[in-house]
């Protein structure tokens, strides 16, 4: 049966009836908010590629992290800036590194805010890479014992949550054992399981100064060509003890999303990056795109595709929106 009896319009006639029938929504319960933490007092630095973005000490970190809670944004994720760095990632590690630091701040003054820590070498290593290196080469597994140190030390200072995001094959199994060897089995890994090669990362990479020194990460991070790869490293960090997987960066992978959602009965994460954001950003800047809609449209994207939670820079901005029922 074709027109004129069948008329989808009907549908879309009004917005309260576009409601009705909508069938992706985003809500603020599915946004997770990343945020760098430096060392310092007093300190929000913004950060020139990523406009409303900033670099926080302790203290003014609290701040934020207090507004977002407030808006309904139910876990924020911590990328750490530190002091010093060196070519075994002491810092990230250390028992007053400035992640453990934050943790044990965040979760002393929001008890109720879900802490995730990305734990990865890279913004650490005086090198710039996701691991320890020898001859120009990145090893794998004398790295997946700094691995675990670092996300045993934030179970410690009392993160929910630990997020490996470095792609060496087998950390996730590491850190599961060293975590539940300790104590922690109780504390979720959230895998960055299929992180691609990508170039929208650049932004994320001025924010915490951690641009390799030398080559690129394509040795261990995805080749954008391969979707099918994709699967088999989601079934691997399963296999070895993650909670939930993620696809990384979101916009370029919706297909790969909405792959992994389908064939895995696990929680799905998507993170819109950095790059993504700086796009829309600057293209709203320049009058060319509106930002608030182009923000929603890709966050509902992300949703379609299969995403049950999704990491982005827009948290606060989305959380607004989405309280005065704007979108």
């Not at 009836?17 to 992706?24: A, D, I, K, N, P």
């Not at 060293?178 to 170039?199: F, M, N, Q, T, W």
Request: hydrophobic share 45%; proline share 6%.
């Amino acid at each position: 049966m074709g027109f004129p009896y069948e008329r989808p319009r009907r549908l879309r006639a009004t917005e309260p009836l576009r409601r009705l029938v909508r069938e992706t929504k985003v809500g603020v319960e599915d946004l997770i908010y990343p945020l760098f933490v430096r060392h310092g007092k007093g300190v929000k630095e913004p950060i020139p590629s990523m406009p409303g973005c900033h670099r926080f000490s302790l203290d003014a970190l609290l701040q934020e992290a207090k507004e977002v809670w407030e808006l309904g944004v139910p876990a924020v994720i911590l990328f750490g800036i530190p002091e010093r760095k060196d070519e075994r990632a002491s810092e990230a590690y250390a028992r007053d590194g400035i992640i453990q630091q934050a943790v044990r701040e965040l979760k002393g003054a929001l008890p109720q805010l879900t802490i995730i820590t990305d734990v990865c070498l890279c913004e650490y290593m005086s090198h710039g890479h996701c691991g320890l290196v020898q001859d120009g080469i990145i090893l794998n597994d004398p790295t997946l014992e700094l691995l675990s140190l670092t996300a045993l030390s934030h179970a410690e200072a009392g993160a929910d949550m630990v997020a490996p995001s470095d792609m060496m094959d087998g950390r996730v199994r590491a850190i599961r054992e060293a975590l539940d060897r300790e104590g922690y089995s109780h504390v979720p890994i959230l895998a960055y399981s299929a992180k691609y090669a990508s170039a929208f990362y650049g932004p994320f990479r001025e924010a915490a100064d951690s641009a390799p020194q030398f080559g690129d990460r394509s040795t261990y991070q995805m080749d954008p060509a391969n979707g099918d790869e994709a699967l088999r490293e989601v079934a691997l960090d399963i296999e070895e003890g993650a909670d939930i997987v993620m696809v990384k960066p979101a916009l370029s992978y919706l297909d790969v999303i909405r792959r992994v959602k389908e064939t895995f009965c696990v929680p799905v994460a998507a993170y819109n990056v950095s790059g993504e954001y700086a796009m829309i950003k600057a293209a709203a800047q320049s009058g060319w795109i509106d930002g608030e809609r182009a923000m929603m449209e890709v966050l509902l994207s992300i949703k379609r595709a299969g995403a049950d939670m999704i990491l982005t820079y827009f948290a606060k901005e989305a959380a607004r929106l989405l309280a005065k029922k704007a979108w």
